[in-house]
């Protein structure tokens, strides 16, 4: 057991100072299109900005691009839907990354203006024909998710009965830990998949597989593996050979009361799922990573529009990067700046919970968090919202007028980092510390009964 987390710790140290040299090394280069700015306190002190700032962090994106493809034994699609900034795009180009998991055409034209060459998959299980056919005739995609006849007869009949196709049949799973499911709308029954897997099979002579997803935001490394047993299962029952498990995204990110597991122990379990699947030697193993490689690399810095009591009214809301706050409701982390020009400066002190409020004039505009600020944040501040680089621009409307940020470049560290570039937990308030040690936790009995129950 010393050894191995020995080595565990010497794994982990590797990745930390490979992570500091990408940056150090100045692997985070100035975007054309953007100012840099070496951290968002030099972005308060040049200018005070009076809309929403979204915070991109290449660097980081291209650390945990690079982690994946390392570590992981398998391919690497990234999910385009997570954050389909250019700027991404891009740099998971220039990392390696060359397979890109697309829904939608101007997903698909995204991804052949920002990484031409690169391989697409086309891993929505509902398209329209002419999505279909102009994917296939225009872009050269041949990889198609479905999960019903239906969808796969549009698919043969929208490329012309192509037999050079890569069939994914997406599976319902079963599967527990994650923070949002993603299990009610897509993916064929287990029961009725074996006769889907079976006409996959018959309707191309290139590549069929599978795939499924546990759910957004998994805390738990071994539902990758239960999930695939299960495939496992249907493909026994179809009495089919597959050539691709995809196991789809789910990878998590470190926010607030979410501290996930170390990536090791997902991509173990997964291997340990795949080495025990049914299926032949040279199958191909996938997956579709979004949040993981993008989460740590981007954050919003918001101004402070009025204060009421413990609720604090920003300049951008759930109608813009602030999605997972209102609807999902997760606390993300914060950073709270005052002043202007020089005088600028990060401010700390006692803290306090809030809770947030958008500029729209919808009442849904609300964030319930907790936020923990300092306890005088006042109108005029600046706060950092952090981990917002899955599913924080790409979320963006311009609803009541509001929502438009603009992209700068910074080359700070991310607020916590699963990949060494930071600590990998967001330490919380007294507060909520003092709450967490209130919670039984179950131990042996003390005393005689304790001695025996230790000897067996």
Known sequence: MAWRLRRGLARRRKWALAAQAWLWRGHIKRLREVHTYHTPLDLVRERSPERPVALARPGVVAVAA?????????????????????????????????????????????????????????????????????????????TFALDTHEELQKILEATGGAQDLTLIVRLAVQAEGASYSLSGKFGVDLHEAPSLLLAARRATQDRMGVSFHVGSQCMRPTAYQAAMAQASRAIVRAGVVVDVVDVGGGFPSIYPGMIPPDMDDY???????????????????????GRALVAEASSILTKVELRKGDAI???????????????????FPVKLYRGEGRGAQEVDGALKPFRFYGPT?????????????????????????????????????????????????????????????????????????????KVVRLSRPKGAAGKKRRKR
């Open 66 to 142: 690079r982690w994946f493809q390392d570590k992981f034994q398998g391919d690497v699609f990234y999910a385009v839907k997570a954050n389909p900034s250019p700027w991404v795009i891009k740099t998971l180009a220039k990392a390696g990354v060359t397979a890109f998991d697309v829904a939608s055409i101007p997903e698909i034209e995204l991804v052949a203006k920002y990484a031409p060459g690169a391989r697409m998959a086309f891993m929505h299980p509902v398209k329209s024909r002419k999505a279909i056919a102009e994917a296939y005739r225009d872009y050269g995609v041949k």
């Open 267 to 289: 991509f173990d379990s997964i291997q340990r799922g795949f080495a025990e699947m049914m299926v032949t030697e040279d199958c191909e193993l996938w997956c579709e990573p």
């Open 313 to 331: 009214y920003l300049n951008d809301g759930s109608y813009g990067s602030l999605f997972d706050a209102a609807h999902v409701k997760w606390p």
């Open 361 to 437: 004039c919808d009442s849904l505009d609300h964030m319930p968090g907790p936020f923990w600020l300092p306890e005088d944040v006042r109108e005029g501040d600046y706060v950092e919202i952090g981990m917002l680089g899955a599913y924080g621009v790409a979320m963006n409307t311009r609803f009541n007028g509001f929502g438009d940020a603009e992209t700068v470049a910074v080359e700070d560290a991310p607020m916590a980092s699963m990949f060494g570039l930071a600590g990998r937990s967001i330490r919380l308030p007294r507060e909520e510390q003092a709450e967490e040690r």
